[in-house]
């Protein structure tokens, strides 16, 4: 067998002179290149080369995007038996210079936008000649010969890739006629792209992965192959409808937007996954795919020859493969390297293994080196596709190949089926104090389930001698606008524990901090650990137990914005009044929370002194729907009435006694029965006896200092919150006659689902999400306490993760100082363990209920005193905290 690539690309163009091989959309329409028409062209290129002196295995450089031009460019460099040398058109110039400086390419086609960064580098470059740049005018105008053509031997070096630019010395990969064709050769035995595929090529050409399955399998095989340069949805979608293209070969991110963008749209996602797994049975047992023909409306979107997805160039996460299969797609995962040339395993079409890369192709080998005891190992690869070695650097390639074999560098364990899955880089595996291997891939998927959470990368983090896992996290803004969650530290924070409940404790992330900006990764999607390591993990960093830190400012300005543009006075007004609110820098892109620190209480502040300023009323909702200080700019413009003049104040106006004072929202009044009819009293006094029952037998409840609650007036009892059963057994631990006038303030994400909805007002829950409408929950709970009647309020805001007590929310400190109502410290113990978070259901346990003495808002403020609080409300809410803790 020849192991040629320019003879194989002239026997595909001599069989099939006149099929479309390339098509390019240009405007409004398509233009498209025959077989003839590119082998033509790159007969020409071989003719210009060889009249610029290009000699056998000189390099010649290939930095472009991708368009027609760059295959016909790449074959007619083979056709005189050089060697190419694709680059990243994303690299920097120094990185350029770096590439071709190693490779020695005397030659690079290029344009003059790209070319303009490091034309000034070409100079110092001895053994450069020449730039030529598109669209190619000396090329097109050469005569296309065939006697310049140079048979290619199987050793003969095709291309120089480089892995990164970023070092003096670069890492340049040789891929001979051989690696490349014997690759070709596996992946068409596997009968997954022919003739009559058309494949649309999104990545960039310069990597190997989609150069070869983009680009060589389908203009070898006598197939098609649409250029598109860009990855806008809408594009996309219009293109593989269009073009009527068959395969989409693309990187998991790519399919995550994808199965995002889906999801998002449906209004039910559970239960429409749980009919599709039904409706899938007959693809999995018959290959009959019911689903794609019931979701026809869906598939119409992405043309009507889609057969397959292909992902590679990093982990995709088998949930993402698993529900697009479910919708009715085909999504194939495969393994390689630029070592490899690349394709080492690929997922049979109709054997996948969701989270598997798959099998070996044929004539290529794998194995385990080195197996741990789960198995996992460092992968081997054997066969003609591993490359010849680095360029120029012999001490590295005999590092990695040895004995036959390639040393990936990859961590992976094989199944008895022999499918490959891969945990990691063996470079980046974590190794703790304890000696535990951690494998970051592995927990960063797990970590992916929240939708809240975008990005993550998990890493080490040392204090003390001890080794501990830390994550940096980019948060879905998208996700917590649409539900309206400003709390986004929080949020994260108590995502992270629930979440680490499920993985033993040596893999849970024990800190986080959160990312301002996306994560760096490479064009095929890897995270760049190493510069997440040195450059990202600048702030201090949030512990899961615990309050997260507040973040710096932003400094950096961002360009362009999906708000109302503002005039620059406008801006400047709200920059210098929040610098001074702040007492620090602010820029127009910071983020009021990641940026400034500005949580929901001081959120409500800032409303009102911004409301007093710009003489404006700010709705509670709508501050929850912003989250930068250029889209605070854009409402505060959209809100303040022309004429209408500033009305100075002072900064030190009582805020909280004020809005305390105010009566609730007549919505919020609806929620409230001061005055409970018989039938009430009645269900009251019923689910009272019920609770007492069934804690008693199952909890054995056992219920102290009942005599510290006070007859004859109102009172704040406030407990520590680690269960679900908090709330109904501080209710079955009051008399009958108290307990009808005790509301409890809870989140109204528990309480206003239809099937317990109807309970809420005689329960005398507040059901109110105090993130969003702090102050309609400040109101609330006053105008009750107000009204003779008590109030039950968890000042930890949530469940704790581990049954201890956590840090008191500094709301508890403004409701007790301001109203003066006296407060009952409370402590109940048991519950954790009877229904912990993450448990679906609870289990008996004993359980005690501790009430102490009632507490004065001067005690709790001296109490707190010694803590260094920021002002009276935090010393009351440290205050409480420590009573609480006290009772234990």
Not at 45 to 59: C, D, M, P, Y
Not at 463 to 482: D, T
Not at 688 to 698: A, R, S, Y
Not at 852 to 861: D, I, N, S, V, Y
Request: charged share 25%; proline share 6%.
């Amino acid at each position: 067998m020849e192991y040629d690539l320019f003879k194989r690309f002239e026997e595909s163009a001599k069989t099939h002179p006149d099929a479309p091989a390339c098509q390019i959309k240009e405007g409004a329409a398509y233009q498209t290149y025959t077989y003839g028409q590119m082998y033509n062209l790159s007969l020409k290129v071989a003719a210009f080369l060889n009249q610029e002196g290009i000699e056998k295995q000189e390099r010649v450089a290939i930095l472009l995007e991708n368009s027609p031009y760059w295959p016909a460019i790449y074959f007619g460099i083979m056709a005189i038996g050089a060697t190419a040398v694709p680059i990243d058109p994303k690299l920097t110039p120094y990185e350029v210079n770096n590439v071709l400086r190693d490779s020695g390419a005397k030659i690079i086609f290029t344009s003059e936008e790209l070319h303009l960064p490091f034309k000034d580098f070409l100079k110092n470059i001895l053994s450069f000649k020449k730039a030529v740049f598109y669209p190619f005018s000396e090329i097109t105008q050469a005569k296309a010969r065939t006697d310049l053509i140079l048979e290619n031997k199987s050793g003969d070096i095709a291309s120089i890739l480089y892995t990164s630019g970023t070092t003096a010395s670069p890492k340049g990969v040789m891929l001979t006629h051989k690696n490349f064709c014997s690759n070709f050769d596996s992946i068409v035995k596997l009968g997954l792209i022919g003739a009559q595929d058309n494949v649309l090529s999104l990545l960039p050409l310069h990597h190997s992965y989609p150069f070869m399955v983009t680009l060589l399998v389908p203009l070898l095989s006598g197939g098609q192959v649409t250029f598109l340069n860009s990855l806008k949805s809408d594009d996309l979608l219009r293109c593989l409808r269009e073009a009527q293209a068959t395969v989409l070969v693309g990187v998991p991110q790519l399919y995550y937007l994808l199965h995002k963008a889906i999801f998002e749209k449906l209004k039910k996602p559970s239960l429409v996954l749980s009919v599709l797994k039904v409706t899938g049975v007959p693809r999995k047992l018959f290959r009959f795919n019911l689903n794609k023909i019931l979701l026809k409306k869906l598939h119409r979107n992405f043309g009507p020859s889609l057969r397959f997805f292909a992902s590679g160039g990093a982990r995709l996460a088998p949930k993402v493969a698993y529900e697009l299969t479910l919708l009715g797609f085909t999504i194939l995962e495969g393994y390689g390297l630029t070592e490899t040339a690349p394709v080492v395993t690929f997922n049979p079409i109709c054997r996948i293994k969701f989270g598997s890369v798959g099998l070996p192709v044929p004539e290529v080998k794998i194995r385990i080196h080195n197996p741990d005891r789960e198995h996992i190992g460092e992968v081997l690869i054997q066969g003609p596709n591993v490359m010849k070695g680095y360029y120029k650097k012999p001490k590295e390639t005999a590092e990695v190949l040895r004995d036959d074999w390639f040393y990936s560098g990859d961590l992976g364990y094989i199944d008895r089926d022999g499918y490959l899955y891969l945990t990691g880089r063996s470079k980046e595996v974590i190794v703790l104090s304890s000696g535990k291997n951690i494998y970051p891939e592995e927990i960063e998927a797990h970590y992916l389930k929240s939708p809240y959470i975008k990005e993550i990368c998990v890493l080490e983090t040392t204090a003390g001698g001890l080794s501990s896992l830390h994550a940096l996290v980019f948060p879905n803004i998208e996700y917590f606008r649409k539900t309206k969650e400003v709390n986004i530290q929080g949020k994260i924070r108590w995502l992270l524990e629930n979440l680490s409940k499920e993985l033993p404790s040596y893999k849970r992330i024990m800190g986080f901090s959160v990312a301002r900006e996306e994560l760096p990764r490479t064009r095929l999607g890897k995270l760049k650990r190493y510069e997440i390591k040195s450059g990202h993990l600048t702030r201090a960093p949030a512990k899961i137990k615990g309050q997260p830190e507040e973040a710096p400012a932003a400094e950096r300005e961002e360009p362009g914005s999906a708000f109302p543009p503002v005039s620059s006075d406008g801006e400047n007004e709200l920059l210098e009044f929040l610098s001074r609110e702040l007492k620090m820098r602010v820029s127009m892109n910071d983020h009021l929370e990641l940026d400034l620190g500005i949580d929901s209480l001081r959120r409500v502040e800032l409303a009102i002194a911004l409301e007093k300023k710009f003489n404006i009323s700010i709705p509670d909702t709508g501050f929850s729907e912003i989250f930068t200080v250029r889209e605070l700019l854009a409402k505060i413009a959209q809100l303040v009435k022309p004429g209408k003049g500033e009305t100075r104040v002072s900064r030190h106006s009582p805020v909280w006694s004020q809005i305390i004072q105010e009566a609730p929202a007549a919505g919020i009044l609806d929620k409230i029965n001061l005055h409970p009819g018989a039938l009430d009293k009645a269900f009251s006094f019923i689910m009272l006896n019920f609770f007492n029952l069934l804690f008693g037998t199952f909890c054995f409840l056992r219920i102290k200092g009942k005599e510290n609650l006070p007859i004859y007036k109102p009172f704040i009892i406030c407990p520590n919150h680690a269960s679900y059963l908090d709330g109904f057994l501080i209710a079955a631990s009051m008399a009958a006659k108290a307990e009808v006038n005790l509301f409890f303030l809870g989140y109204s994400g528990y309480f206003l689902h239809p099937v317990i909805r109807w309970a809420v007002k005689i329960a005398r829950l507040i059901a109110i999400d105090p993130a969003v409408n702090l102050t309609d929950a400040m109101q609330a709970a006053a105008y009750v306490l107000r009204n003779n009647k008590s109030l039950c309020i968890f000042p930890e805001g949530e469940r704790s993760i581990d049954g201890e007590v956590k840090e008191f929310k500094k709301g508890v400190g403004i409701l007790i100082k301001e109203t003066g109502a006296p407060v009952i410290p409370c402590y109940i113990q048991g519950s954790y363990p009877a229904w912990p978070r993450g448990k679906f259901l609870p289990r008996p346990y004993p359980i005690r209920v501790i009430f102490g003495k009632a507490c004065t808002r001067e005690e709790l403020k001296e109490a707190g005193g010694k803590y260094h609080p920021q002002d009276d409300y935090e010393a009351i809410a440290l205050g409480l905290r420590e009573k609480v803790k006290g009772l234990a």
